[in-house]
């Protein structure tokens, strides 16, 4: 047995047809309310969080229609899989922004901020769509002359290229950091992911290297210095353990220690410890039990802390 989780590189050939569908009706769909965002929110800081979000969305979307559905264990086509939405996407907002420069009306507002009102026309999204030589040549006239500006001065030409290179780059980098291809083990045998578990949080593991070389060996005192944390800023571990129905197991496990914010709002730094490692059924049923042998008293006033590894 592996020491560690390596995927197959396999995949069910219906994840291509999964990954059609969802470029052909979400993607454009994400791309339309992409840019209407940008257009009616003329405050440039929030287009790029509304840029990192249309990120996020097409990383969901790929993981869990594509990659979990059709059982993509191949790193490589999980990271095409998700470029490639991205950029249907970031073109489908290319056609629809386009399309409303083309059918600008009255503006609304003050020489600091306002908006101009706009819709699209199907017949010209087509066309553009179908056209992307017509397309980027729009695109290259009004980056030229630049269509809203800051503190009454016109943004456009270099300015405008970086500040579109930017949320481009926002839509695509966070789409390939949140796309989830292949971290969860896949059981070749009974052909279905693995069952993911958050166990309990337990006091931080502060020896990184003797756990991992305990979890290889076998050794069945692996786990003797776990304990249940027992308050809700109290810095932890996670557990998170994946189990097949033919008994295989493996384990991931995080640090998590918590520091205040500049808003004074609690937060955990995420430490990765060791990802996918085989645990024999001895160390599971350990592992599992800790919360059976260690009973904590619990503080009334707060409560276990559960953290979520995103896992599909």
């Known amino acids: 047995m592996d020491k560690y989780y390596s995927p197959s590189g396999k995949f069910d050939p219906k994840a291509i047809l999964y990954f059609i569908l969802i470029s052909v009706i979400a993607m454009p769909l994400l791309g339309l309310a992409y840019s209407y965002a940008i257009w009616y929110i003329p405050i440039i800081y929030l287009n790029f969080l509304i840029a990192g979000a249309v990120g996020f969305a097409i990383a969901w979307l790929i993981s869990k229609f594509v990659i979990k559905l059709g059982k993509v264990r191949n790193k490589a086509l999980a990271v095409i899989f998700a470029l490639l939405a991205s950029i249907i996407a970031l073109y489908s907002s290319w056609v629809v922004w386009a399309d409303l420069v083309i059918n600008m009306g009255e503006s609304y507002g003050t020489s600091r901020i306002g908006i101009t009102a706009s819709n699209v026309d199907v017949n010209q999204l087509y066309i553009l769509a179908t056209n992307p030589a017509t397309l980027f040549e729009l695109i290259a006239n009004i980056n030229e002359y630049g269509t809203w500006g800051i503190k009454s001065t016109t943004v456009s030409g270099t300015i405008l290229t970086i500040i579109w290179i930017i ?20 059981c070749e045998l009974s052909n279905k992911w693995f069952e993911s578990k958050n166990l309990p949080p337990f006091n931080v593991v502060e020896n990184r290297g003797e756990l991992i070389k305990a979890i290889e060996s076998g050794d069945p005192t692996a786990f003797d210095t ?25 384990l991931t496990v995080n640090n998590m220690k918590g520091k205040f914010n500049k808003d004074g709002e609690l937060e955990f730094d995420d430490t990765l410890l060791v990802e996918n490692i085989y645990i024999n059924n001895e160390l599971k049923n350990k592992l599992v039990n800790v919360k059976d042998i260690i009973t904590p008293t619990l503080d009334s006033e707060e409560t276990i802390i559960e953290d979520k590894i995103i896992t599909e």
């Open 226 to 250: 776990l304990a249940l944390v027992t308050k809700a800023d109290q810095d932890h571990s996670v557990f998170t353990l994946f189990s097949s129905s033919n008994n295989e197991n493996y």
């Open 167 to 186: 949320e481009a780059l926002l839509i695509i980098g966070v789409t390939l950091l949140l796309t989830n291809g292949s971290r969860v083990p896949f």
